[in-house]
């Protein structure tokens, strides 16, 4: 049988690389009682690693070498190079629990453009695609601004048809607001099975993205598991002794996302252990303080964190016992798994393990549901109140305080935004809140320093910033007139609206502002409490209605990192 030099140079080559590669992967324990941390966790890996490789002593009348997007073989030198794809990767933010406050995005450019999200300009692209499966692979592409056009087309065509599912289903329940609980079940169970199998498709096609963006194909690149992971130094029980939780963190979320031969279901719980790892530790008896708020539980569909009421029927609290145990037995199963198969080097490897899980684990999954929704009917019968309620029985009165709260909401918004557009102008210059009449306005003030040109600019702008102030004077009059009639009518209310008859009207200006404040946040959490507690839906419907409640809170966007 005949081996020519090429054959057997490259075969070294690899070999070595691969005895290199096992090296690096090894378990990194010392006789030192305090090892260092970047041990086990990546904060500066190399692009490039250099080893070192045996020279066979076979003659070649050419020097031939071998290239590809991973690496660079030669054999007729002493050295062998791998070039690591060295990728940004983007991970989405935390879905809030029901009811959380929102750390939304300014409504001012400028503001905005000050911000240190401003500088990744690839995340307001991503808004669209907050809470999907392929939004990480996603990122790395428009990154790397390597999309085709097929890639963006179906991306396109998945946004239209999501779109589409989403505005026939919010117009369902509005349809049904007013009915009684039996008569709206019904309608949604019959709706559910009209869009059953629109949503599968969505739901194929939504995996059939994350798919080609991970894997690519011909003429077209991937963002695999391996792009992420081979910047990697550690893995995960190299040495347990020294493991950290953000090590395991990091892989659980990255596998959420990247890794083969997980069904959709085991992803959405990966996604959720990944957000318990992430949970920060507070001091240990911080949840028992008289102060502390509601614990939140896990629920369906995975991600969503709500507030159960602690006194459950007996029945109702021994079922939602038993779906907390499974999920957690399944998630368990899945993290040993992923956490036996991080040090494993052979593809097969993983797919022999994850491949009869995931036949496993689905009928379970889908018998997990079936739990969840026996669940809510039983939710649906007990009081709670984690809904904001009215303050008070006058729906007239009640209208009137929130047309107030806007207003001043807005006003305040607006002297905000002026303020960060002026400093924005004139950074050197002094501009502050200042007293206009009966409001709030703002005044300028030019540096001793200034050239004249600047100074004559500044000068001009205040002929705009008088003209602002006299705006909102108007505004802060009509708003203290609102402001008194409302207490004049609280004074006639207020005896009555505490069980001593004790309430003064600030006390009650005091719960309508918190009231108020309740309610607005309530308002962008519409399709989340629906997609958790409403019976009737199908899981795929309550996936498809928390996906968009999560883009509807347009929640800042994480920048990306070369790190794992």
């Known amino acids: 049988?005949?081996?020519?030099?090429?054959?057997?140079?490259?075969?070294?080559?690899?070999?070595?690389?691969?005895?290199?590669?096992?090296?690096?992967?090894?378990?990194?324990?010392?006789?030192?009682?305090?090892?260092?941390?970047?041990?086990?966790?990546?904060?500066?890996p190399p692009v490039t690693v250099t080893v070192d490789t045996?020279?066979?002593?076979?003659?070649?009348?050419?020097?031939?070498?071998?290239?590809?997007?991973?690496?660079?073989?030669?054999?007729?030198?002493?050295?062998?190079?791998?070039?690591?794809?060295?990728?940004?990767?983007?991970?989405?933010?935390?879905?809030?629990?029901?009811g959380e406050p929102i750390g939304r995005r300014t409504s001012s450019l400028l503001m905005y453009m000050n911000s240190p999200a401003f500088s990744d300009p690839i995340t307001p692209q991503l808004s669209p695609y907050v809470g999907e499966l392929f939004y990480p692979p996603l990122a790395t592409h428009l990154h790397n601004e390597d999309l085709t056009r097929g890639q963006h087309a179906a991306l396109a065509t998945y946004r239209g048809n999501r779109a589409a599912l989403v505005s026939a289903l919010r117009t369902k329940l509005e349809s049904l607001k007013d009915a009684d609980g039996p008569t709206r079940e019904r309608a949604l169970v019959s709706f559910a099975r009209e869009q059953a199998a629109p949503i599968d498709a969505l739901e194929q096609e939504a995996e059939t993205i994350r798919a080609d963006l991970v894997q690519g194909g011909f003429f077209k690149s991937g963002v695999a598991w391996d792009d992420w992971d081979a910047v990697r130094s550690w893995r995960l029980g190299d040495d347990l002794r020294y493991e950290s939780r953000l090590d395991e963190?990091?892989?659980?979320?990255?596998?959420?996302?990247?890794?083969?031969?997980?069904?959709?279901?085991?992803?959405?719980?990966?996604?959720?252990?990944?957000?318990?790892?992430?949970?920060?530790?507070?001091?240990?008896t911080a949840a028992v303080a008289l102060d502390a708020p509601e614990a939140r539980v896990y629920f369906s569909p995975e991600t969503a964190r709500v507030f159960i009421p602690r006194n459950l029927p007996a029945d109702l609290g021994a079922k939602?016992?038993?779906?907390?145990?499974?999920?957690?037995?399944?998630?368990?199963?899945?993290?040993?798994?992923?956490?036996?198969?991080?040090?494993?080097?052979?593809?097969?490897?993983?797919?022999?393990?994850?491949?009869?899980?995931?036949?496993?684990?689905?009928?379970?999954?889908?018998?997990?549901?079936?739990?969840?929704?026996?669940?809510?009917?039983?939710?649906?019968?007990?009081?709670?109140?984690?809904?904001?309620?009215?303050?008070?029985?006058?729906?007239?009165?009640?209208?009137?305080?929130?047309?107030?709260?806007?207003?001043?909401?807005?006003?305040?918004?607006?002297?905000?935004?002026?303020?960060?557009?002026?400093?924005?102008?004139?950074?050197?210059?002094?501009?502050?809140?200042?007293?206009?009449?009966?409001?709030?306005?703002?005044?300028?003030?030019?540096?001793?320093?200034?050239?004249?040109?600047?100074?004559?600019?500044?000068?001009?702008?205040?002929?705009?910033?008088?003209?602002?102030?006299?705006?909102?004077?108007?505004?802060?009059?009509?708003l203290g007139a609102m402001r008194a009639a409302i207490r004049a009518d609280l004074a006639k209310l207020a005896p009555g609206n505490t069980p001593g008859g004790t309430a003064s009207v600030d006390d009650l200006l005091r719960r309508f502002a918190r009231e108020y404040q309740e309610r607005s946040i309530w308002e962008q959490y519409s399709d989340y409490d629906a997609a958790v507690f409403e019976p009737g839906l199908s899981p795929g419907q309550r996936r498809l209605l928390l996906v968009a409640a999560f883009q509807t809170m347009d929640p800042p966007l994480p920048r990306g990192s070369r790190q794992p």
């Open 54 to 98: 045996y020279t066979p002593s076979v003659s070649s009348s050419n020097d031939t070498s071998s290239t590809s997007s991973f690496g660079t073989f030669s054999s007729n030198s002493s050295t062998y190079t791998y070039y690591y794809r060295n990728n940004y990767f983007y991970f989405p933010p935390t879905l809030p629990a029901l």
């Open 249 to 284: 963190f990091k892989v659980i979320r990255a596998a959420a996302y990247f890794y083969a031969n997980l069904i959709p279901g085991q992803r959405r719980l990966l996604q959720e252990l990944a957000m318990e790892l992430d949970e920060p530790l507070t001091e240990p």
């Open 320 to 478: 939602l016992a038993a779906y907390q145990k499974e999920k957690a037995a399944l998630k368990e199963e899945i993290r040993a798994a992923i956490y036996k198969l991080d040090r494993s080097f052979f593809y097969f490897t993983r797919k022999s393990i994850m491949n009869p899980l995931a036949d496993a684990q689905a009928p379970r999954i889908a018998a997990l549901e079936n739990l969840a929704e026996e669940i809510r009917r039983g939710l649906a019968t007990v009081p709670n109140s984690y809904r904001p309620r009215r303050v008070t029985s006058s729906n007239e009165l009640a209208d009137r305080v929130e047309v107030y709260m806007r207003e001043r909401q807005t006003l305040l918004r607006a002297l905000q935004d002026k303020l960060a557009l002026s400093q924005k102008m004139f950074p050197t210059a002094r501009i502050e809140f200042t007293r206009i009449g009966e409001g709030q306005g703002l005044s300028i003030t030019a540096n001793r320093k200034q050239s004249k040109s600047e100074s004559k600019k500044i000068e001009a702008y205040k002929t705009e910033i008088a003209l602002f102030n006299d705006e909102q004077e108007k505004r802060f009059v009509s």
């Open 1 to 44: 049988m005949k081996t020519n030099s090429k054959t057997i140079g490259f075969t070294l080559a690899l070999v070595a690389s691969t005895l290199a590669t096992a090296i690096q992967a090894a378990p990194t324990s010392s006789s030192s009682d305090t090892p260092t941390s970047s041990a086990y966790t990546n904060q500066l």
